[in-house]
């Protein structure tokens, strides 16, 4: 069986892990700000919040920014249901902003037209975030500028994108953006098990992002309303959650960062590998923008249709049938049960659909060997009907 994404595990991680089995701190522990720090000196960011997932990482950040009733968070309908939900956990209101068809990411010129639109009728967004899909950055500086002129803030959803590289510098050096979320789910470039976490560099942002990671609880007399009752003493300020991050998935974090770099050119590696072997079929391979550098999270091939007899669905379920457990990332939120009874319909995003009706997330992880890669392109032929 090959899978479209795996974790790779060495020796060194589980030592790492069960040494904290062994000690007294099972959680909140010192592998916490040991993993923040590993996550910061790779991005060059200031601060950084260590939590239970992105999930969690994009609830609080949205939070952390202000983001409630009355208020508008827009995204790209090409991603994982949890960059629109942050915001209904929030009570604000989702909207989409089209792809652009040959990075995939959400479209700036598509944002602009929305903004435009949307400044005349006094709805503009508080929130946008932008997600790196497979790990190719979106267009920042594009993004950010339109921010300034717009007036609202940037949660990059970087869930796939730790390690990979916009205009030269490291995704998360938060450079374009108030906030960027990172995940380390398993089939994501580094993993915790499960994970996340936020960056920003500002101070207060990273204040308010810790004290809603744990229940809204501090222990800083500085951001306390009166003085200490004594040495047991911590307040309540603002109402938070239970999203920490225990120390033995840290641990994990930790021993998985040093490896951070090679896994993204092992996973470079591949992508050249696939080029090549892919090249004569009628697929459109990743396209990559010059100022991009990929985490390459994913490798999407999209099927030309008219070339090929074969259905979208046929190719995916010969793939299956070879063990071969291609995925499809995504299915567009707005097409969602969930999202429909709220209004968006089938033809919102054509973009994201016909993206939808095309593509492929093939194997994409460092441990695949040379023979597997070779594997799934005959199969993909094969299965294409050529
Ligand atoms: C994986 C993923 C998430 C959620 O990450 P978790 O750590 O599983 O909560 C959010 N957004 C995108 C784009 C993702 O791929």
Redesign the pocket.
């Known amino acids: 069986m090959i899978r479209y994404g795996q974790q790779d595990i060495t020796q060194a991680d589980i030592d790492s892990v069960v040494s904290v089995l062994k000690s007294v701190n099972l959680t909140q522990g010192p592998n916490i700000p040991l993993f923040e720090q590993s996550v910061l000196d790779h991005t060059y960011a200031k601060h950084a919040v260590a939590v239970n997932?992105?999930?969690?990482a994009?609830h609080i950040s949205c939070l952390a920014l202000g983001l409630g009733p009355g208020d508008r968070l827009w995204t790209t309908p090409n991603?994982?249901v949890?960059?629109a939900n942050c915001a209904l956990y929030c009570g604000a209101q989702v909207d989409f902003v089209d792809i652009d068809p040959r990075t995939y990411n959400l479209c700036p010129l598509a944002l602009e037209a929305k903004l435009i639109e949307a400044e005349k009728v006094g709805c503009l967004p508080k929130v946008v975030i932008p997600?790196h899909l497979a790990g190719q950055p979106c267009d920042m500086a594009v993004i950010h500028a339109l921010g300034q002129r717009y007036g609202f803030k940037i949660i990059e959803?970087a869930?796939?994108a730790i390690g990979g590289k916009y205009k030269g510098e490291p995704i998360g050096n938060g450079r374009y953006s108030d906030i960027t979320v990172f995940?380390?789910?398993p089939v994501?470039i580094i993993t915790t098990a499960?994970?996340?976490m936020a960056l920003t560099n500002s101070a207060e942002l990273a204040t308010r992002l810790d004290l809603l990671r744990s229940h809204g609880i501090t222990r800083d007399p500085a951001l306390m309303t009166e003085p200490m009752h004594g040495p047991w003493y911590y307040q309540q300020v603002v109402l938070g959650f239970n999203y920490r991050m225990t120390d033995m998935q840290a641990a994990l974090g930790v021993s998985q960062m040093t490896r951070l770099t090679d896994y993204v050119k092992r996973r470079h590696t591949i992508a050249q590998r696939y080029n090549e072997l892919l090249a004569d079929l009628p697929l459109t391979l990743p396209w990559h923008h010059p100022d991009s550098y990929s985490a390459y999270h994913l490798y999407v091939v999209r099927l030309q249709l008219d070339k090929i007899s074969a259905t979208h669905r046929q190719v995916f379920e010969a793939l299956r049938a070879k063990d071969i457990l291609v995925n499809l990332h995504y299915i567009p939120v707005h097409t969602q049960p969930y999202y429909q009874q709220m209004g968006f319909k089938q033809g919102d995003y054509p973009q994201a659909e016909q993206y939808y009706r095309e593509a492929i997330s093939i194997p994409m992880h460092v441990n695949l060997t040379d023979p597997e890669l070779q594997f799934v392109a005959s199969c993909l032929r094969e299965a294409m009907g050529l």
């Not at 997932?53 to 969690?56: D, E, I, K, L, R």
């Open positions: 997932s992105a999930t969690s994009l991603t994982f949890a960059s997600v959803d869930s796939h995940s380390f789910h994501k499960e994970g996340g």
